[in-house]
């Protein structure tokens, strides 16, 4: 399985990107985690196979949505609002169950991470 995260990039407090991660293979449960320098990878936003559920971290919650297109094989988040707190390299995942989202660990397979930076 092969995960290619692209989108990131540089924006002003307030503003907007959007993720996007296109995956090769088979439908699986995929998640978004994040990783600031100095800090521990943080998840974002996971969403089911069939779109069916998706999760978010409390500090992302109403500012971001992570939505996906099973024929397109890509998983996308949509980041509005952005906060310099929210300056990070993202990576997409992907796992075989929809179970235990938050955890990283229990991914099976990462993309390459794309840098978003939010200027204050």
């Known amino acids: 399985v092969q995960l290619q995260a692209s989108g990131g990039g540089l924006v002003q407090a307030g503003g907007s990107l959007r993720l996007s991660c296109a995956a090769s293979?088979?439908?699986?449960?995929m998640g978004w985690f994040r990783q600031a320098p100095g800090k521990e990878r943080e998840f974002v936003a996971a969403?089911?196979?069939?779109?069916?559920?998706?999760y978010y971290a409390d500090s992302v919650k109403g500012r971001f949505t992570i939505s996906r297109d099973n024929a397109k094989n890509t998983v996308y988040l949509q980041m509005n609002s952005l906060k310099p707190e929210d300056t990070a390299v993202y990576y997409c995942?992907?796992?075989?169950?929809?179970?235990?989202?938050?955890?990283?660990?229990?991914?099976?397979?990462w993309g390459q991470g794309t840098q978003v930076t939010v200027s204050s």
């Open positions: 995942a992907a796992k075989h169950m929809y179970v235990n989202v938050i955890y990283y660990r229990t991914y099976d397979y």
């Open positions: 293979g088979r439908t699986y449960a």
């Open positions: 969403i089911s196979e069939s779109a069916s559920s998706t």
